[in-house]
C-alpha cells in the first residue's frame, strides 16, 4: 500500500489516543496532518518528523499542507457543522472521510461535503487509550478505504463491522458510552464496601480490582458471561443473596436498559 497522507480533525483524548496508535503501527506508512487549537497536551509530538502540527485549517492550508487521503473527523458532534465549513482547500474530491462523532450520519456528513463524498462512520471508546477499545465501524466505501478505515481503528483496538448504519445510535449507547457504566459500577462498589464497614481505600481498592479481574477472566476464557455468574453463585450463599435484589424486576438490567435507551435517544438527537 502507498504511504497515506492522513488529516485528523480534532486531537483531543480519543484524537491522541487513535494518533499514538498509528505512530507505534510499524505497518502503517503515513504521514500526518493534525489540526487541533489546544496543544498544550500534545507536546509528546515534538521531533515526530512525520506529524505536522496546525492550531486550525486555515493555518494548514496557508502552509500547503499535503493532500490527504483520508479526513479523520474526531470532533465533538456539536462543532461539526464548523469544523467541516473551516476545511477550505482540505475538502478536495480525492479523499475520504472517516467520522468518529456519536450521532453524526454520513447522509449529514455528505449533505456538507458532498453528496459524491466517501463518508464511513465509526464508533471507538475510550480503552483506546490503552489499546484496549473496541470500534465499530459502518463503511459503504470502496475496498481500499475500508481496508485503510480499518487499519486506522485497529491500532487502537479490535474493530467489529456494522452492516447497518441505523445501529450505530444503539452502538454508541452500548459501547461507546459503555466504559463510563464501568467506572460508575466500581464507584457504586466502593461506596457500597464502605458503607458495610471497609475503610475508604481498601474498598476502593477491591472494588476496582474485582471489576478489572472480572473482565480479564471474561477476555480469558469462551464462556457465557452469564455462566461465569453461575459459577460464582453457590445456592443460598452470599452471592445469591446480594443478586437477588440486583437481578429483581427494578434492578440492574432494568435501569441498563433505561440508560442505554437514554443514551441512544440522545445519540439521535446529536445528529438532528
Known amino acids: 500500500m502507498a504511504q497515506q497522507q492522513i488529516t485528523l480533525l480534532g486531537c483531543g483524548k480519543m484524537g491522541s489516543a487513535m494518533l499514538e496508535g498509528w505512530l507505534a503501527d510499524t505497518n502503517l506508512d503515513a504521514n500526518f496532518t493534525i489540526i487541533e ?7 509528546w509530538l515534538q521531533g515526530q518528523k512525520s506529524v505536522r502540527l496546525y492550531a486550525d485549517c486555515a493555518a494548514a492550508n496557508a502552509d500547503g499542507a499535503p493532500v490527504s487521503t483520508m479526513i479523520v473527523l474526531a470532533v465533538k ?22 467520522s468518529i462523532a456519536a450521532g453524526i450520519s454520513t447522509g449529514w456528513l455528505k449533505q456538507r461535503l458532498g453528496d459524491a ?31 485503510l478505515a480499518s487499519q486506522l481503528l485497529a491500532a487502537v483496538g479490535q474493530v467489529v463491522h456494522v452492516q447497518d448504519e441505523a445501529l450505530m445510535d444503539g452502538v454508541t449507547a452500548l459501547s461507546g458510552s459503555g466504559p463510563a457504566y464501568v467506572f460508575l459500577l466500581v464507584e457504586a462498589m466502593t461506596e457500597a464496601g464502605i458503607k458495610a464497614g471497609i475503610p475508604d481505600d481498601l ?19 469462551d464462556t457465557a458471561p452469564a455462566i461465569l455468574r453461575e459459577n460464582v453463585t453457590s445456592k443460598g450463599g452470599t452471592t445469591a443473596a446480594a443478586l437477588a435484589v440486583l437481578m429483581a424486576d427494578d434492578g440492574l438490567a432494568s435501569l441498563m436498559t433505561k440508560a442505554v435507551t437514554a443514551a441512544k435517544a440522545r445519540s439521535i438527537e446529536l445528529g438532528e
Open 203 to 221: 474498598a476502593a481498592e477491591l472494588a476496582k480490582a474485582t471489576v478489572c479481574g472480572a473482565g480479564a477472566l471474561m477476555a480469558a476464557v
Open 117 to 147: 463524498a466517501i463518508v464511513i462512520r465509526a464508533m471507538p471508546n475510550t480503552p483506546a487509550a490503552i489499546g484496549k477499545g473496541i470500534t465499530a465501524l459502518y463503511a459503504d466505501a470502496p475496498n481500499q478505504v475500508c481496508d
Open 77 to 98: 458532534p456539536q462543532m461539526m457543522d464548523d469544523a467541516i465549513a473551516g476545511l477550505g482547500d482540505m475538502k478536495h474530491a480525492d479523499c475520504a472521510y472517516l
Open 37 to 43: 487549537p489546544h496543544q498544550t497536551h500534545l507536546g
